[in-house]
């Protein structure tokens, strides 16, 4: 043992402790004169009460050599002069196999006020995307258990989905039948700005019992300040990250990506940034990438990700839905017209894209596939005609026979929130009906 490195460490720690004192707070920003810290690192904020713990926060910028700080929680207890502590380092939580089936805050503690479990490794929220030489090509399917994606729109171990819907057209309970039915070993679900009402509302309904017991569930509700509900897409992203690298086949599903950007722009525009489209500042846009490019494939394991994007008024081409159908492997849009008229999951199959599809199946199903797309759009193509009855039959052979298909294919594609259907039963269920099979 060299105890002359212990004696070298002592020459060089720093026997004081630096503070520095809030100056201001306006709106969600705290500016503090000192102490000396870098962007992302984590300070304490001490108030004047005793009784209370320090208020956590975050350096998101500087003015002037002042330093502004959002908070974690409230900023009721913050007065001028309160001292500032920064801890030097970024935010860390703490994760292990032992927090399965538990819910979690954007700071890794349980929502149920239980302590932490023993043995939990502590890794930092914020890391850098994999080397994109270094990212195996997804070559495998993997089951998520909703017909309609497994037969047309298979998704790939390690590919990324975007899930884009407007309000109330089902995506939560589509999440639910993804982290049951799903062939991965861990699912990871980040439940961002969600209404407080519905978190338990997902985990004992859409998620069930069943769901639980192989998710951890990481939850930043909407009353919780901005800084809260971006970490809490960031922590649910590094816990993927962490199982990953121990070689498990991961599900990481956000919901959702657009109040992640709301949650940036609130603090864009808080520390000065000037804003664009729809009122987003460009820190949005570069940090949607940096959070996307993390999951996916690396050499020891996969994370299949899936966002879902609320487009407002059901307008798909709006700057968020925009930017992130750019960036992932896929999107799967959700239909109001086809919810509205009782099928769910509402899955517009027309609009959605995997982008790996044809890459990781086999030519007779990628075969049955276009057939299934082809008699689906002819006949929607002519639903006018059909439905007031100025279509006459025999006039044209393929949209009879979209005709006669249309009741089985809509048949096949609805499936109840708890029906399980496995990949290869999916697929065979689909050459079946093809082939006359299917009633």
């Known amino acids: 043992m060299n105890i002359g490195n212990h004696y070298s460490a002592i020459d060089q720690a720093d026997t004081y402790k630096y503070y520095g004192k ?5 709106g969600l920003m705290i500016e503090s004169q000192g102490p000396q810290a870098n962007i992302g690192d984590v300070c304490y904020i001490h108030t004047s009460r005793k009784d209370k713990s320090p208020i956590l926060s975050e350096v998101v910028g500087f003015n002037n050599e002042k330093i502004i700080l959002m908070p974690y929680a409230e900023v009721n207890e913050i007065g001028p002069g309160c001292l500032v502590e920064s801890s030097g380092k970024s935010l860390r939580v703490k994760i292990g196999r032992s927090l399965i089936g538990r819910a979690i805050d954007p700071l890794g503690l ?3 006020l239980s302590p932490l479990p023993k043995g ?3 890794i930092p929220t914020d890391q850098t995307p994999p080397n994109p030489m270094l990212r195996p090509p997804i070559s495998e399917p993997i089951q998520v258990g909703v017909r309609a994606i497994d037969s047309l729109l298979t998704v790939g171990k390690g590919q990324r989905v975007g899930i884009f ?3 109330g057209v089902g995506k939560s309970t589509l999440l639910g039948m993804i982290a049951r039915n799903s062939g991965a070993d861990i699912n990871v679900i980040a439940l961002i700005g969600e209404r407080g009402r519905e978190v338990r509302e997902f985990i004992e309904k859409d998620l069930g019992e069943e769901g639980l017991k192989k998710s951890i569930v990481v939850v930043a509700t909407s009353d919780q300040p901005a800084l809260m509900r971006i970490k809490g897409a960031y922590t649910a992203t590094a816990i993927s990250e962490y199982f990953r690298d121990l070689g498990y086949q991961v599900n990481l599903m956000m919901d959702s990506v657009t109040r992640v950007a709301m949650a940036q722009r609130e603090i864009g525009l808080a520390i000065g940034e000037p804003p664009t489209t729809k009122g987003y500042t460009p820190s949005v846009f570069s940090i949607l990438p940096k959070l996307l490019e993390r999951t996916g494939t690396n050499h020891l394991g996969t994370i299949t990700a899936f966002y879902t994007v609320l487009v407002d008024g059901d307008d798909m081409n709006e700057p968020i839905a925009d ?3 750019g960036i992932l492997d896929g999107h799967f849009v959700m239909d109001r017209k086809i919810a509205e008229r009782g099928q769910f999951p509402a899955i517009n199959v027309l609009k959605s894209v995997s982008r790996v599809m044809n890459q990781i199946t086999t030519e007779e199903q990628r075969d ?6 082809t008699l689906i759009s002819t006949f929607e193509e002519n639903m006018e005609l059909i439905n007031i009855g100025a279509y006459k039959r025999g006039t044209n052979k393929d949209i009879d026979k979209a005709i006669s298909f249309y009741p089985k ?12 259907t496995t990949l290869e039963e999916t697929i065979s269920m689909m050459k079946a009906l093809l082939n006359g099979g299917v009633n």
């Open 368 to 373: 049955a596939a276009n057939e299934l797309r």
């Open 110 to 112: 349980p929502l149920d």
């Open 120 to 122: 939990l490794t502590s």
């Open 165 to 167: 819907a407007g309000s």
């Open 22 to 26: 809030v100056l201001r707070v306006v």
């Open 409 to 420: 294919i809509q048949a096949f594609l609805k499936q109840g929130v708890f029906e399980y």
């Open 323 to 325: 930017a992130v159908r």
